[in-house]
């Protein structure tokens, strides 16, 4: 992508309503415009990080045997009339009529959705397990909208519902997820730390709740050191619930059953919330299936959410500087900037146009500023937007056939030919893909 023909509109200066970092970094990097409060339009950059979030939940989604489909962001009220939640769920729930005066809502959640789903084509046990996820904007009419994507009113949430004949089957369920969440978490370059939760709103007796670490976090999490060194081809779901990790206002010091040498402290912030509520909505929703003695028993149900949006502003929040953005490579919105100092140059013209087709060829994202603007502008423009990558093609050091290339993260540059530069980006970049 050129950046003179493509649309981020970059900020110098910080928003004055914008109180934590990832919603100053997010406005200024030209990834999100708030349209009202807590509800945002997304800009092009933006949008590329939340789409390569969103694929990297949907395929540990698909890895751990859930099923996509999309159910809709409007539900009719009947439902929730039913399950007793249209009462429950109080202001938060936006309310209101269809022009045939029927009484609709904006989805805050979907449990009562998928469970009449399942009881109008399920009903035996042979169908079970049965585990449905949607990738699909949510509303809260939070009272507080705040932090940007981090509590929006408007946000998007992966959820889903997993159906067991039993409370035994449903416990496996339950750990698949939350394996699956530990995976998904490592994979976007966060450090997960589960923890035991109330239900709320949600209901159900067992919760999870996962954080990651930021130290720029709302929460101030206490936890087993161990928690932080998971291996990701070898998770043992039960083991990581017995390592003990509570919230602030839940540790006590005195009785932390811990050594305090194994104690880690550190600020986290939620990204996704797992339940196991039994048959809760499966009773009221009459969703029963039929046991192999012919019984109709209620299904055993959990539901699993990931804030996907939340996540572009955990992510920053976990990796920034004082420049800007640093995005871990797998959800980087451009993998590479390459940035044309002199692009009135005839040289440097011609030898970034040969670079970007190369990695145009390579298929991958890269993000070519040609600007005709100041050098410092380029430069900072591309530190706030975070590409892990700067390969920076100047006049002097194309005399010398050599080209400097940064990497954001460490900053550290060096100088090297175009073909030493390429073959080392292609290299680095494939082997995380
Ligand atoms: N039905 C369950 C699981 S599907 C549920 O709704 N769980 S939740 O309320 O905990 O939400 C799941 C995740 O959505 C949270 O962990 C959080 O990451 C995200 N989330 C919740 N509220 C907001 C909000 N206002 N803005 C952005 N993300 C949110």
Redesign the pocket.
């Known amino acids: 992508m050129k950046f003179s023909n493509y649309f981020i509109p970059t900020l110098k200066n910080n928003p004055a309503d914008a109180e934590i970092v990832s919603h100053q970094l997010m406005i200024r990097a030209g990834m999100i415009k708030q349209s009202s409060a ?1 509800i945002y339009s997304w800009l092009p950059l933006g949008l590329r990080v939340l789409k390569k979030i969103e694929e990297i939940v949907r395929q540990e989604q698909n890895n751990s045997g859930a099923i996509e489909i999309l159910m809709p962001t409007i539900q009719s009220a009947d439902l929730w009339v039913k399950s007793g939640r249209y009462e429950d769920y109080g202001k938060e729930l936006l309310r209101f009529k269809d022009r045939g005066g029927r009484e609709m809502l904006y989805g ?4 009562e959705l998928i469970t009449e789903i399942f009881q109008s084509y399920v009903n035996s046990y042979k169908d079970l397990p049965l585990n449905l996820y949607h990738i699909q904007w949510k509303f ?1 009419d ?1 009272l507080r ?1 705040r932090f940007g ?5 408007e ?1 998007l ?1 992966k ?3 997993s159906f067991d004949l039993n409370e035994e089957d449903a416990k496996i369920s339950y750990n698949n997820m939350f394996t699956a969440y530990i995976k998904t978490f490592l994979k976007l370059g966060l450090t997960p730390i589960s923890l035991r939760a109330d239900t ?1 709103p ?1 209901g159900g007796n067992l919760s999870h ?2 954080q990651v670490l930021a130290s720029t976090g709302e929460s101030t999490l206490y936890y087993d050191k161990e928690l932080e060194s998971i291996n990701p081809e070898n998770i043992e779901p039960e083991k990581l619930q017995s390592y003990y990790a509570a919230v602030d206002d839940l540790h006590d010091k005195d009785n932390c059953p811990i050594d305090e040498k194994n104690l880690k402290i550190s600020k986290g912030i ?6 196991y509520f039994g048959t809760k909505y499966s009773e009221k929703l009459n969703a029963n299936v039929q046991n192999n003695n012919g019984e109709k028993i209620p299904v055993h149900m959990g ?5 996907v ?2 996540l572009v502003g955990a992510i920053i929040e976990a990796f920034h500087d004082d420049k800007g953005i640093i995005w871990p490579i797998q959800v980087a919105p451009f993998k590479i900037s390459l940035i044309n100092l002199m692009p009135d140059d005839k040289n440097c013209k011609l030898e970034c146009d040969k670079l970007y087709e190369i990695f145009i060829n390579e298929n991958i994202d890269i993000l070519y500023d040609d600007r005709v603007c100041s050098i410092g502008k380029k430069l900072s423009d591309n530190d706030l937007i975070g590409t892990p990558y700067h390969l920076i093609v100047g006049k002097r050091d194309l005399i010398n056939n050599l080209v400097e290339l940064k990497e954001r993260k460490t900053n550290i540059s060096k100088k090297l030919t175009p073909e030493e530069a390429c073959n080392f980006l292609i290299k680095q970049i494939n082997s995380k893909k």
């Open positions: 807590g805050p959640t979907n449990e809260r939070e909208p994507v981090m509590r929006g009113r946000f949430m959820d889903n519902y709320g949600i709740e996962f939620e990204v996704g919330h797992i339940f539901s699993y959410g990931i804030g949006s939340r």
